[in-house]
């Protein structure tokens, strides 16, 4: 296998609604950027992977109308998408091009324009993940008040909801370290530029004023919809180390599918998967992961986590599956402040999806807030250590996708 | 290459219209028939590729259902959303990267479920384009017939020829939708016209169906089958927006091609390929595509259609399974034609088999076959 | 060059329409129908795994755990255990809408109420349904509980035959 290093990132500012420009304008300048920190010209690149969700933003295919902004057209350009972990999925495409050996530099980018969609927020798409079955549900006589309960726990936020609960009810955790989890996100978000929700200060009773959404979750536990686009450079290690100063060396991956987790399943059929915190897909991607990045011991060599956590109790509950730490102790990490920037285990000093939330850019922007960690760009929001190993995940669908990497400061 | 990658089983529905099942049970039945063919079982695979797209399918996140029917189940799964043949040039990068061995490729659509003509028109510039409300994918194609035909003089007649080759071709495939025996090239012009010179028999038919197929490294294909098909080249590249590039010809593709070409050691593709498998949603767009693989100087498709020389008795045979006009399942398209070629060299074209030892396999996606993927397969 | 780097104005906004529900024909399994006309007969069916054995309610036709066909129907008990609950916030007028409709305004619940949604693994089957919890407060419901299926008292064959759980007091 050849060895694949990131050698520059880019990325946009998040908001609600960024009016300022249009989508191919904000992928453009997320590319750019992400060219101009690698010391690339746009003549010099292979290949192009991207992603993101084309349901929420309106338009079908849209690298097709918007490579000309990020100067794919004469370039393959592989589009991939898996719901939420997109941009996990975006970039090990682009590492698997380098790795094959068929390319040498390829830039993967991912985005989301939410506030292009009629309704503001991603409701819009996600109603149209299960609409086929509910409506065929309703057709077999879904009573009004059923469809009322499932709305209020439906979408993402309800298989969520349950997983929180599942979570909660087995590792002996309660609401309020849900409230630890968001507060500590958005006041690392504050010190992040590009992020969405910023709230220097914010305190966990902040979170628990806010109002209920459905028993655990309160509205400041949730991810807001954001606007933004990421990229990231890939090349070969030649390439890498003439190019890079401290080229970020992509050492394993891995994105195992688990079952699909929502009672309208395939044919409105429920699931086999008790418990939705269970996360197989997730344990066994991060094992394959670090077998192939040779880490023996996640919770001595990993020095800093990006989790995908668009509702906290994801934060615990991945960063278990990630080995980080004991089964059902996260929690207690979290009270001890070992997940803060300046503690021992460092999880999302970025802010994460928690505080942006640009759907198919996320789990992208995941893996690059690790590699700024590693290349020590990441400013306000460094972590105040040596930062060797960084491990990223992704996680979409009804909690059935997963993708893990893991980043080092040398490829072997 | 580095290393080299095998097809080593394939599967494909009988498509057709309004298909009576659903599409987890279609993507089972041919995940299935992949892996038997193949003569594997589902522990054996490293790697799941899929395609469809959230607009064809009508639903956000397309794999969310089909994961566990195409038997993804804690396997390392993406989704690629595009055509089928993306699908396949992903898991050859997968192998290739040496992460993994053996990939199981999936593709399927339901025209059914969405038109998808309108679907093309959501492809558009929704700034402009989308907004004046004019185009879609046959508006487009009969844009880029037209500006073909008038630049090199290629009348409605030949164009016909072509559709009259395929859809006779595909009455032989057992899987083809549109199997038009008897089909005359006054019936292709007296069919329905929807954008002048696009008709009914000039495009391809909307389908319902899913293909499969299992890729092997070197050493797994060896130890799987007797008759492995490599894969000897592939290239792939995406045109300009609509706007911005000549219609008159397939630029991307013959870019694909090349990259394809060289990869295989293929210097004259007339001599040296044996049988070609291409996606052709239109009939005037397999003219072009003629000249973009090199199979004759640029303008020169209609006297390749006219002599006959890609009939399935020609020197180059091109599409005898019956191609696009004969069942257009939009993201498994690309791949059945991957599969076709596949059959040619492995000797089980059925029906229209032709002696061959080297095919090309060829998927578009896009308005105007805007992204092209070439895949060259030979059974040494 | 296609990139051209520059501080831009406010841009303007074009309405247009890009949602395509409406005009979406899916295939479903017939599989769901089946199940609702149990309900009639208060059998609850659900589909085997000739694989690993697995129950699951409501029946689907696919394994994916060993990726073969679910044919074998079996029918479980309507009486189960509570594996996970949410609660919703309280209700009130014109907080929200569903399918265009104010549940508080058309009297499906109360002002200040608060529904109880219920993932029941019902006896007899390895998977959860999802289902509303009625008969018991938001602090008393807990995750082991049993509870028993409440029926409509005139079943048609409809999912809304089984309208609720309800705690199991012998």
């Known amino acids: 296998m050849r060895n694949v290093a990131i050698i520059g990132c880019g990325q946009t500012k998040h908001s609600a609604r960024r009016r300022d420009v249009n989508l191919a304008e904000m992928v453009g300048d997320a590319v750019w950027n992400a060219l101009e920190d690698a010391q690339v010209t746009p003549q010099e690149v292979d290949a192009f992977t991207v992603g993101n969700m084309q349901g929420f933003g309106g338009v079908a295919q849209p690298e097709q109308w918007l490579g000309d902004w990020i100067g794919a057209a004469g370039k393959p350009v592989l589009r991939v998408a898996t719901g939420g972990s997109t941009g996990g999925c975006v970039a090990q495409a682009a590492f698997y091009a380098v790795a094959s050996g068929l390319y040498d530099i390829a830039v993967a980018t991912a985005w989301e324009k939410h506030s292009d969609s009629k309704e503001p927020g991603a409701t819009t798409g996600l109603s149209h993940v299960a609409l086929g079955n509910t409506i065929n549900m309703i057709n077999c006589g879904l009573s009004f008040k059923h469809l009322l309960s499932m709305t209020l726990v439906g979408a993402a936020a309800g298989v969520a909801c349950y997983q929180a609960m599942y979570y909660m009810y087995r590792s002996g955790s309660r609401v309020e370290h849900l409230d630890m989890v968001a507060a500590k996100d958005r006041r690392n978000a504050a010190k992040n530029k590009y992020a969405h929700l910023q709230w220097p200060g914010c305190t966990p009773e902040d979170i628990a004023k806010t109002e209920w959404v459905a028993y655990p979750f309160r509205y400041g536990h949730i991810c807001p919809a954001s606007d933004g686009a990421s990229a990231m450079v890939l090349a070969c290690e030649d390439i890498a180390r003439k190019r890079c100063k401290k080229p970020v060396w992509i050492k394993g991956l891995a994105a195992y599918s688990d079952e699909e987790n929502q009672i309208m399943s395939e044919g409105a059929g429920g699931i086999g998967i008790l418990d939705a915190s269970q996360q197989i897909g997730a344990t066994m991607s991060a094992i394959k992961a670090y077998r192939m990045a040779g880490i023996r011991d996640p919770q001595k060599e990993i020095d800093v986590a990006e989790i995908y956590q668009p509702f906290p109790n994801q934060e615990l509950i991945f960063a278990e599956r990630l080995g980080l730490f004991d089964e059902g102790t996260a929690w207690r990490a979290l009270e001890k402040g070992e997940t803060d920037i300046n503690g021992r285990m460092p999880c999302d000093p970025s802010g994460g999806v928690n505080a942006t939330n640009a759907i198919g850019s996320s789990a992208l922007q995941r893996i690059l807030e690790c590699a700024l960690q590693i290349m020590g760009k990441a400013e306000e929001h460094q972590v105040p250590k040596e930062v060797h190993n960084a491990v990223a995940t992704g996680w979409g669908g009804a909690t059935n996708y997963i993708a893990v990497t893991v980043l080092g400061d040398s490829p072997y | 290459m580095a290393g080299r990658v095998a097809i080593v089983g394939y599967a494909q529905s009988h498509h057709q219209h309004d298909i009576q099942m659903t599409r987890e049970d279609m993507v089972f039945e041919v995940a299935k028939g992949a892996l038997r063919n193949a003569g594997i079982s589902r522990e054996d695979v490293d790697t799941v590729i899929t395609a469809s797209t959230d607009f064809l399918d009508g639903r956000t996140i397309s794999n969310l259902y089909t994961s566990m029917a195409v038997g993804a189940y804690l396997k390392d799964e993406s989704k690629v959303e595009e055509d089928g043949a993306f699908a396949a040039y992903y898991a050859l990068m997968r192998i290739l990267s040496g992460v993994h061995d053996i990939a199981l490729v999936e593709a399927h659509t339901q025209g059914s479920v969405v038109n998808p003509h309108l679907v093309s028109s959501y492809t558009l510039d929704p700034l402009f384009e989308r907004q004046y409300g004019f185009l879609n994918d046959i508006s487009a194609a009969a844009l880029q017939a037209r500006m073909y035909m008038n630049k090199y003089g290629v009348s409605e007649e030949q164009v016909a020829m072509v559709a009259v080759k395929n859809l006779m071709n595909a009455a032989d495939n057992l899987n083809a939708h549109r199997k038009m025996p008897d089909v005359t090239v006054e019936e292709v012009l007296n069919s329905k016209l929807y954008y002048d010179p696009i008709r009914e028999l000039t495009m391809s038919p909307v389908s319902d169906g899913a293909c499969a197929i299992v890729l092997a490294s070197e050493e797994k294909a060896k130890e799987i089958t007797d008759i492995p098909v490599w894969i000897e080249g592939v290239g792939s590249c995406q045109d300009g927006y609509l706007r911005d590039r000549s219609l008159y010809k397939l630029d991307s593709l013959q870019k694909a091609a090349q990259d394809a070409y060289g990869m295989a050691g293929v210097s004259n593709p007339f001599a040296q390929i044996d049988v070609f498998e291409v996606s052709e949603k239109y009939a005037h767009e397999e003219l072009m595509i003629y000249e973009a693989l090199g199979l004759c100087r640029e303008g020169k498709g209609k006297t390749l259609i006219e002599k006959g020389m890609t009939g399935k008795d020609g020197e180059i045979p091109v599409n005898p399974s019956g191609g696009a006009l004969g069942a257009d399942p939009i993201c498994a398209t690309g791949l059945i034609r991957v599969v076709e070629a596949a059959k040619q060299i492995r000797g089980e074209a059925n029906g229209y088999q032709i002696p061959a030892y080297r095919a090309l396999a060829h998927g578009q996606f896009g308005i105007c076959a805007q992204k092209n993927v070439v895949f060259i397969l030979g059974s040494e | ?170």
């Open chain 3, 1 to 170: 060059m296609p990139y051209i780097k520059e501080e831009r104005k406010e841009t303007i906004s074009v309405e247009g329409d890009w949602d395509i529900g409406g005009s979406t024909t899916w295939k479903d399994s017939t599989l769901l129908q089946g199940y609702a006309q149990g309900l009639k007969e208060k059998r609850i069916i659900g589909s085997l795994c000739p694989g690993c054995g697995k129950v699951i309610v409501p029946p689907r036709n696919i394994c994916g755990r060993c990726h073969r066909k679910m044919d074998e129907k079996v029918v479980v008990s309507d009486i189960g255990t509570v594996t996970c609950f949410v609660i919703s916030a309280p209700f009130a007028k014109g907080k929200m809408q569903v399918l265009g409709m104010d549940p508080v305004e058309t009297g499906l619940v109360g002002e200040g109420e608060r529904v109880i949604s219920v993932y029941v693994k019902l006896d007899g089957a390895d998977s959860n349904i999802d289902t509303e919890l009625i008969g018991a407060k938001p602090e008393e419901v807990y995750v082991g509980m049993r509870v028993k299926a409440v029926w409509a008292k005139e079943r048609q064959g409809k999912l809304s035959d089984l309208e609720a759980v309800e705690p199991l007091r012998d």
